[in-house]
Nanobody
Framework: HVQLVQFGGGSVQTGGSLKLSCTAS????????HAWYRQAPGKERELVST?????????KYADSVQGRFTITQDNAKNQVYLEMHSLKPEDTAVYYC????????????WGPGTQVTVSA
């Protein structure tokens, strides 16, 4: 398994910025993709962004965050980041880092989550 430790998060006003980080340890050799998910109160967990765990670092974003959020990684440090700008109250959620093994259809390793709160 892969252990994921998250840092960052907090409270900001609308239009503010935050940066989340996620450090992976354990069987990281088998990781092919990382993702950030989020879950708002009373809502289902939703995919925010993904990045392939290779030199290409191909990224994808949910339409709701495209152009405002940026996912990056430092493979040497086994770290993944999510920079969030122009934050809106609807971005308020618990954000989770996740890792997917090569050949697996779902994310099986999850971070503990970190709260992001955006006030109007």
């Amino acid at each position: 398994h892969v252990q994921l430790v998250q840092f960052g998060g907090g409270s900001v006003q609308t239009g503010g910025s935050l940066k989340l980080s996620c450090t992976a340890s354990g069987q990281t050799t088998y990781t092919c993709e990382h993702a950030w998910y989020r879950q708002a109160p009373g809502k289902e967990r939703e995919l925010v962004s993904t990045i392939t765990h290779d030199e290409r670092g191909v990224t994808k974003y949910a339409d709701s965050v495209q152009g405002r959020f940026t996912i990056t990684q430092d493979n040497a440090k086994n770290q993944v980041y999510l920079e969030m700008h122009s934050l809106k109250p609807e971005d308020t959620a618990v954000y989770y880092c996740a890792a997917k093994k090569c050949g697996r259809p779902v994310y099986e390793d999850w971070g503990p989550g970190t709260q992001v709160t955006v006030s109007a």
